[in-house]
């Protein structure tokens, strides 16, 4: 049991012919069960070749009815991700993943409209994200798989890199993990940490939840109101950029303190108030979480 992806995910590249596609899909399809979720590659001009035995279509409608894939990843440049995404909307994909950085704002704005228009059942996870993670079954992303371990522990994060950091730590001490879900940097994107810890919530596997957040935003105090309300799970949080001064973007373009209660220090202190138990130090998120189980 997982969230969102397991051994069964019939998994699409889009730009699987680009430097960075076929890269990650080689190393996606090396882990775990990557060999057969892996079945297909979509890029307009390239239908009917194939890259290392990975048929390529035309469009991700015709890969999903030839393949019967659900799920799509996205690896094309910022210019045309947008339009990669809408096509993995359109044909009606369980999931899309997106892990292109640097989309402009405007695109995506246009995106989640015109998803609430069409009243879309597809989630979309990212863009600007690692991907996610349902360790030994299948790796969908960037992140490096040999750090994961199956267990109960389900991992949520804003940050690429602090996802890896929790993971690897939650490993050292032996607990795994069911599933790890990057779920993007950016100011607008799919799946937010709330759409997540319900997931989580709902999985027999997870025995409890490391949320990772950031400057910048409401996410995570709409995610913490929504536990205190409901979560059956413990859970400890982390949140980045305790020292960045206001009005200073840091590194993730979502992470800009516009003032009050998007700072680092008055989530940490939302989260405390609704029973999730954090620390400041991003090196003790493993040891925390251990001690509340």
Request: glycine letters at 12%; a neutral charge; charged letters at 20%.
């Amino acid at each position: 049991m997982s969230i969102l992806i397991n051994k069964d995910t019939k998994v699409i590249t889009q730009g699987i012919t680009g430097k960075t596609g076929q890269y990650h899909t080689r190393t996606s399809r090396a882990y775990a069960n990557g060999e057969a979720a892996f079945v297909a590659g979509v890029h307009p001009k390239k239908a009917g070749e194939n890259f290392e035995g990975i048929p390529i279509f035309a469009s991700v409608k015709d890969a999903k009815a030839e393949t019967g894939a659900n799920v799509s990843v996205i690896y094309v440049p910022p210019a045309g991700a947008a339009a990669a995404i809408w096509e993995g909307i359109e044909a009606e994909l369980d999931l899309v993943i997106c892990i292109t950085e640097g989309i402009p704002v405007r695109d995506l704005l246009e995106i989640k409209y015109r998803m609430a228009q069409l009243k879309s059942k597809t989630l979309l996870l990212g863009p600007n994200c690692p991907g996610l993670i349902t360790p030994d079954e299948i790796k969908i992303g960037i992140m490096p798989g040999h750090i994961h371990r199956k267990g109960r522990v389900g991992i949520v994060s804003r940050s690429g890199t602090l996802t890896y950091e929790a993971v690897a730590q939650v490993t050292e001490l032996g607990l795994g993990q069911s599933s790890a879900v990057g779920i993007g940097g950016d100011p607008i994107n799919g799946l937010k940490h709330i759409d997540v810890l319900k997931l989580f919530n709902e999985d027999p596997d997870t025995d409890a939840v490391i949320m990772i957040g950031e400057i910048g935003g409401p996410d995570e105090v709409n995610a913490a109101l929504w536990a205190k309300e409901h979560m059956k799970k413990p859970m400890v949080g982390f949140i980045a950029g305790v020292t960045a001064p206001a009005g200073k973007r840091m590194g993730h373009a979502g992470a800009l303190i516009s003032g009050g209660a998007d700072t680092a220090d008055a989530k940490l202190e939302i989260m405390e108030a609704c029973g999730i138990r954090t620390t400041k130090n991003p090196s003790e998120m493993g040891k925390l979480l251990k001690s509340v189980l």
